[in-house]
């Protein structure tokens, strides 16, 4: 068994538990709001089949005025229940993923999803998973704001929301957890990935329990294949032009966005134009209407006609484009999967007709174009892959997958700086592809390292009560707050020093005499806002205010050596971070090793729990953590100097580099440990369990050794 401290067990198996839950959950509703629409499409056209079945009975004017309709109505619910909402996709969830924003809110998703029922049931040119991901993302999102999950946490368990509606609604699990790893957490770190895993197989069980569906979503023919060295060059060919129509299909979208963004009308009118638009394309095309799931299926068996194909690679780009930018609410994926099909297909007939030995079907090249065309735009080659595969469950073809998804991601990445997800985020200046420093700096918040263990006195409390509790607490600024905690200024030991030893002439005087201003910053700040505060040498911390009925009141402190801990942690340790285990072999007990403590120490900063006398103590085979170069654990007796104050006045907890694990207290059933809390009074606690720089151990035992 891999040993952990507690904290980091416990962390661990909180978020196996809620990725399960939101797995499970995300089934749940990717079911719900796949029976919703079906149940709608059923009321709007009296026809039990799709959308596609219905349209080619229906007369010319209601394939034009129904999809209109349904934008009418979709625009009205928006207006009623979410008049403010933005549209909020896969960039968004990116956006808040990026910078950690924390807080996703429920009801904008819920309407927007309701708004997408409406659009879709009436042959609007998006897809399920768009709605599918978010409410997700939004109950993923719920979760960890309940749990009271830090920013990167709450991150990890907003990418099981996503893995989980993705993995739903399209019954493929895998592909579901790579989307997220490789498209929004930019990691397949397994402590990242596990959870993602866990999320995406427990939404494919919840989904597969309810509706029984564990068929591949598109059928294939029997004899599909692609083989040999001259169609792998035709693949290769396919791949590189995949990347040009990937690009033009983004562009397109762009183009619509730009389109509607210029007209100036109501949501109501942009939703009914669109649905127009799409309605007039469907009367010449009905496959064009939905999200393009029949008309897919039916190329691939091969029931489409040469001339339909053609307008379809056309119409289906068009169509979306419109439906998008006119503000409908919904996914691109699948009606992106219907021209990447089209594609394909029109580059097998081509390829049959220069080369007539050519014995490949159409579907196979027709599912590579769906795959191509994918990675094109999402710059997502593996993801592809592994979605189209899971989608038809042919892995025969992984091959020319793998060739076609690559060359086209490259040649899109060569033509556009930004994936289809990326572009909206670029223009509205969220940092996508910023250094890890710079992005350190933007997404951790004031919030994150807030120490709540502030020390105040009023503005009229005399200066000697001031500088008795300097003495007190070892603190260097001490803030001064008016009757209901609104932030006045602050008291630096630096500009009292002279009254130390000279109390007796200072009885007339009181705090707001000594005081300098202070505005402080907000918990809504980067490090990157209150950084430059810095600058100046002599400023050591910032007090953090809350806004509250206008006035400025003070609920913690944030000091430079946090800042640097902060940027060290994420920056200079992210890559040593990564420990190793060291399973069996015998390890000895080092000079700062922790008897009867629950941690060791041994040779090369190896770190393992033992017993005494068990199996798995120092100098007995076990299993070990390996520390990073430099780094130890030691236990660090607390001298009678710190007994009269807390964890925190100790200063062991204001350091960059030493983090305190636990606390050792003797009690009448032997020492007992405690949780490591700043508050803590050090009266009955015996010793620190600290781990950190072996030089910083050292200074700190010196110190405690030492006193001042």
């Given at each position: 068994m891999k040993l952990f401290t507690e904290r980091r067990a416990l962390a661990t198996t909180s978020n196996f538990v809620l990725a399960a839950m939101v797995g499970a959950l995300g089934g749940v509703l990717a079911v719900g709001f796949q029976s919703l629409v079906d149940l709608a499409q059923r009321l709007v056209t009296g026809?039990?089949?799709?959308?596609?079945?219905?349209?080619?009975?229906?007369?010319?004017?209601?394939?034009?005025?129904?999809?209109?309709?349904?934008?009418?109505?979709?625009?009205?619910?928006?207006?009623?229940?979410?008049?403010?909402?933005?549209?909020?996709?896969?960039?968004?969830?990116?956006?808040?993923?990026?910078?950690?924003?924390?807080?996703?809110?429920?009801?904008?998703?819920?309407?927007?999803?309701?708004?997408?029922?409406?659009?879709?049931?009436?042959?609007?040119?998006?897809?399920?998973?768009?709605?599918?991901?978010?409410?997700?993302?939004?109950?993923?999102?719920?979760?960890?704001?309940?749990?009271?999950?830090?920013?990167?946490?709450?991150?990890?368990?907003?990418?099981?929301?996503?893995?989980?509606?993705?993995?739903?609604?399209?019954?493929?699990?895998?592909?579901?957890?790579?989307?997220?790893?490789?498209?929004?957490?930019?990691?397949?770190?397994?402590?990242?990935?596990?959870?993602?895993?866990?999320?995406?197989?427990?939404?494919?069980?919840?989904?597969?329990?309810?509706?029984?569906?564990?068929?591949?979503?598109?059928?294939?023919?029997?004899?599909?294949?692609?083989?040999?060295?001259?169609?792998?060059?035709?693949?290769?060919v396919l791949g590189l032009v995949a990347g040009v129509v990937a690009v033009g299909f983004q562009r397109g979208l762009r183009l619509g966005n730009r389109l509607f963004a210029s007209f100036p009308a109501p949501l109501e009118a942009k939703l009914a134009l669109g649905g127009l638009a799409v309605g007039a394309l469907g009367i010449l095309v009905p496959e064009v209407f939905g999200n393009g799931y029949t008309a897919t299926s039916e190329l691939l068996a091969g029931k489409l006609a040469f001339g339909t194909i053609v307008l379809l690679l056309v119409a289906k780009p068009i169509a979306t484009a419109l439906s998008v930018g006119s503000g409908a609410p919904g996914g691109v994926f699948t009606p992106a999967l219907l021209a990447g099909a089209c594609f394909g297909g029109l580059f097998a007939q081509s390829a049959h007709a220069v080369w007539p030995a050519l014995e490949t079907p159409n579907a196979a090249f027709a599912v590579v174009g769906m795959a191509s065309l994918i990675a094109g735009l999402t710059h997502a080659p593996i993801v592809s892959m592994v979605l189209i595969l899971e989608l038809t469950h042919d892995f025969g073809l992984i091959l020319p997958l793998v060739l076609a998804t690559v060359t086209s991601s490259l040649v899109a990445r060569w033509l556009a700086r930004d994936s289809i997800f990326t572009e909206s985020l670029r223009a509205r200046g969220v940092p996508i592809d910023v250094g890890l420093e710079d992005l350190t700096l933007r997404r951790v918040r004031v919030r994150d390292l807030v120490r709540s263990g502030v020390q105040a006195v009023a503005w009229s409390t005399p200066l000697a009560d001031v500088l008795q509790r300097f003495r007190e607490t070892r603190l260097d600024v001490i803030y001064v707050v008016g009757d209901e905690g609104e932030l006045q200024g602050l008291v630096d030991l630096h500009d009292v020093k002279e009254h130390l030893n000279r109390e007796a002439s200072t009885p007339s005087r009181s705090a707001v005499d000594v005081m300098t201003g202070a505005s402080g910053v907000t918990g809504e700040m980067s490090l990157a806002e209150i950084l430059p505060s810095f600058d100046d040498p002599e400023l050591e911390e910032l007090p953090v205010v809350e806004l509250r009925h206008g006035r400025r009141v003070l609920v913690g402190r944030i000091t430079r050596r946090d800042v640097i801990a902060a940027i060290h942690l994420e920056v200079v340790q992210a890559q040593a971070r990564r420990t190793r285990s060291i399973v069996g072999g015998s390890v000895g007990m080092g000079g700062a090793g922790i008897a009867g403590a629950g941690v060791g120490v041994g040779p090369g900063n190896v770190v393992g729990s033992h017993t005494p006398g068990a199996p798995g103590a120092p100098g007995a085979p076990g299993e070990w953590i390996e520390l990073p170069e430099g780094y130890a654990v030691a236990e660090i007796d607390v001298p009678e100097h710190w007994r009269g104050g807390t964890l925190e006045a100790s200063g062991v907890t204001r350091s960059a580099n030493l983090t305190v694990l636990s606390l050792v207290e003797d009690s009448a059933d032997g020492a007992k440990r405690r949780a490591a809390l700043p508050d803590t009074r050090l009266e009955s606690i015996r010793s620190l369990i600290v781990v950190g720089r072996r030089e910083d151990l050292a200074a700190l035992k010196t110190r405690a050794t030492s006193p001042e």
């Amino acid at each position: 068994m891999k040993l952990f401290t507690e904290r980091r067990a416990l962390a661990t198996t909180s978020n196996f538990v809620l990725a399960a839950m939101v797995g499970a959950l995300g089934g749940v509703l990717a079911v719900g709001f796949q029976s919703l629409v079906d149940l709608a499409q059923r009321l709007v056209t009296g026809h039990e089949g799709t959308f596609v079945d219905a349209a080619r009975d229906m007369t010319w004017w209601e394939c034009l005025l129904l999809p209109a309709t349904g934008g009418v109505v979709a625009a009205l619910v928006i207006r009623l229940f979410a008049p403010r909402a933005k549209p909020f996709g896969i960039s968004g969830i990116m956006e808040a993923v990026s910078v950690r924003r924390r807080r996703i809110k429920g009801r904008p998703i819920i309407t927007r999803a309701a708004a997408a029922v409406a659009v879709i049931a009436s042959g609007g040119s998006v897809g399920r998973e768009g709605p599918i991901v978010q409410l997700a993302a939004a109950c993923a999102s719920k979760l960890a704001r309940t749990a009271k999950f830090d920013a990167a946490r709450h991150s990890l368990l907003l990418g099981c929301g996503v893995a989980a509606g993705m993995a739903a609604a399209y019954n493929a699990p895998l592909a579901g957890a790579l989307f997220v790893g490789e498209v929004i957490l930019a990691s397949f770190a397994i402590d990242v990935f596990a959870p993602l895993v866990v999320s995406s197989v427990f939404a494919v069980l919840s989904m597969r329990a309810i509706r029984g569906a564990d068929a591949a979503v598109y059928s294939m023919p029997s004899d599909v294949s692609i083989d040999g060295f001259g169609p792998a060059m035709l693949v290769l060919v396919l791949g590189l032009v995949a990347g040009v129509v990937a690009v033009g299909f983004q562009r397109g979208l762009r183009l619509g966005n730009r389109l509607f963004a210029s007209f100036p009308a109501p949501l109501e009118a942009k939703l009914a134009l669109g649905g127009l638009a799409v309605g007039a394309l469907g009367i010449l095309v009905p496959e064009v209407f939905g999200n393009g799931y029949t008309a897919t299926s039916e190329l691939l068996a091969g029931k489409l006609a040469f001339g339909t194909i053609v307008l379809l690679l056309v119409a289906k780009p068009i169509a979306t484009a419109l439906s998008v930018g006119s503000g409908a609410p919904g996914g691109v994926f699948t009606p992106a999967l219907l021209a990447g099909a089209c594609f394909g297909g029109l580059f097998a007939q081509s390829a049959h007709a220069v080369w007539p030995a050519l014995e490949t079907p159409n579907a196979a090249f027709a599912v590579v174009g769906m795959a191509s065309l994918i990675a094109g735009l999402t710059h997502a080659p593996i993801v592809s892959m592994v979605l189209i595969l899971e989608l038809t469950h042919d892995f025969g073809l992984i091959l020319p997958l793998v060739l076609a998804t690559v060359t086209s991601s490259l040649v899109a990445r060569w033509l556009a700086r930004d994936s289809i997800f990326t572009e909206s985020l670029r223009a509205r200046g969220v940092p996508i592809d910023v250094g890890l420093e710079d992005l350190t700096l933007r997404r951790v918040r004031v919030r994150d390292l807030v120490r709540s263990g502030v020390q105040a006195v009023a503005w009229s409390t005399p200066l000697a009560d001031v500088l008795q509790r300097f003495r007190e607490t070892r603190l260097d600024v001490i803030y001064v707050v008016g009757d209901e905690g609104e932030l006045q200024g602050l008291v630096d030991l630096h500009d009292v020093k002279e009254h130390l030893n000279r109390e007796a002439s200072t009885p007339s005087r009181s705090a707001v005499d000594v005081m300098t201003g202070a505005s402080g910053v907000t918990g809504e700040m980067s490090l990157a806002e209150i950084l430059p505060s810095f600058d100046d040498p002599e400023l050591e911390e910032l007090p953090v205010v809350e806004l509250r009925h206008g006035r400025r009141v003070l609920v913690g402190r944030i000091t430079r050596r946090d800042v640097i801990a902060a940027i060290h942690l994420e920056v200079v340790q992210a890559q040593a971070r990564r420990t190793r285990s060291i399973v069996g072999g015998s390890v000895g007990m080092g000079g700062a090793g922790i008897a009867g403590a629950g941690v060791g120490v041994g040779p090369g900063n190896v770190v393992g729990s033992h017993t005494p006398g068990a199996p798995g103590a120092p100098g007995a085979p076990g299993e070990w953590i390996e520390l990073p170069e430099g780094y130890a654990v030691a236990e660090i007796d607390v001298p009678e100097h710190w007994r009269g104050g807390t964890l925190e006045a100790s200063g062991v907890t204001r350091s960059a580099n030493l983090t305190v694990l636990s606390l050792v207290e003797d009690s009448a059933d032997g020492a007992k440990r405690r949780a490591a809390l700043p508050d803590t009074r050090l009266e009955s606690i015996r010793s620190l369990i600290v781990v950190g720089r072996r030089e910083d151990l050292a200074a700190l035992k010196t110190r405690a050794t030492s006193p001042e």
